[in-house]
């Protein structure tokens, strides 16, 4: 057998193999009252924007693409998502403090006005979540609004 | 998103050039102030050597902060202090003296936390 046939039978039963491997991808729950949705704080096209831009990351309603079932990616998406959530979690948004709600809109006006968010490697297959300049500027006017309502 | 931010936090450094917080009548009380002049101040004051600490946090400019912002970065201390990522390991192997003693610590939180509830009132 040629080298190189072994070595590709290789390759193929370690993906094969390593489809075993859990993930670890966090499951989706159902949206409850903690959630941004159920908040006055947040509707209309800013809400549509926020699940198409930032809830694959940052909420427990994750719309999964095709490779979240294909190890390597999976593994990839699954520290993506647990990292995204750990650092805000649009779903569990009532449980911040106010302090913690304020900490989180200012950090968004500041990922988001700098572009660094949505992340680029995720607008590479998600196209359609990226900003363009006047939903970036809906979404930091939001942003203002909602920290003047939770100063009130 | 939090919070990476603050990748330079606090520093370590008190020298006797350092100058302590402007302004701090209105915003430090007394022992946070002591703290922070003896175990952070060092790296974030215009004076720093680390540009990282400056970006992150600059005592002098607290004062300055519009009331979000401020909240904000209060939130962003709290969070630091409580994960205990300041001063930065690497630096307190280099100079001990400058680890933040529990107490130090309990300080700062217990400042941090009250003046971010005063401007959420």
């Keep these: 057998m040629k080298p190189v046939k072994i070595i590709l039978i290789a390759l193929a039963v370690i993906f094969i193999a390593i489809q075993f491997i859990p993930s670890g991808i966090p499951e989706n729950k159902p949206e409850d009252i903690k959630s941004i949705v159920n908040s006055s704080l947040v509707t209309g096209p800013v809400l549509d924007q926020l ?7 940052h909420s427990n ?3 999964f693409p095709w490779y979240s079932k294909l190890a390597p990616s999976s593994w990839l998406l699954a520290n993506h998502i647990i990292d995204g959530k750990s650092r805000l979690n649009f779903s569990e948004w009532e449980d911040y403090s106010n302090r913690e709600k304020i900490g989180l809109l200012e950090e968004i006006k500041y990922e988001v006005g700098s572009g660094n968010m ?4 995720y607008l590479l297959i998600h196209r359609d979540a990226k900003l ?3 939903e970036n500027s809906a979404l930091l006017t939001w942003a203002d609004e909602a920290t003047a309502k939770i100063l009130k | 998103m939090v919070l990476v931010i603050f990748s330079g936090f606090f520093f370590i450094q008190s020298s006797p050039d350092n100058q302590s917080p402007q302004k701090s009548g ?4 007394a022992e946070a102030k002591k703290v922070i002049d ?3 101040y060092g790296c974030h004051s215009v004076k720093g050597k680390s540009q990282d600490a400056k970006d992150a946090l600059l005592w002098d400019s607290l004062p300055n902060l519009k ?3 401020l909240v904000a970065t209060l939130d962003d201390i709290i969070g630091v ?3 205990n990522l300041m001063p930065p390991e690497d630096d307190v192997k280099k100079y001990p003296e400058m680890k933040l003693l529990p107490q130090e610590k309990k300080i700062l939180l217990s400042w941090a936390e009250s003046k971010a509830d005063s401007l959420l009132k």
């Design chain 1, 51 to 57: 699940r198409k831009s930032c809830f694959d990351c």
């Design chain 1, 61 to 63: 309603q994750v719309q």
């Design chain 1, 118 to 121: 949505p992340m680029k490697s």
């Design chain 1, 132 to 134: 363009n300049s006047e």
């Design chain 2, 26 to 29: 209105s915003i430090y009380s």
């Design chain 2, 38 to 40: 003896e175990k952070c």
């Design chain 2, 67 to 69: 009331k979000s912002r």
């Design chain 2, 81 to 83: 202090l409580e994960e």
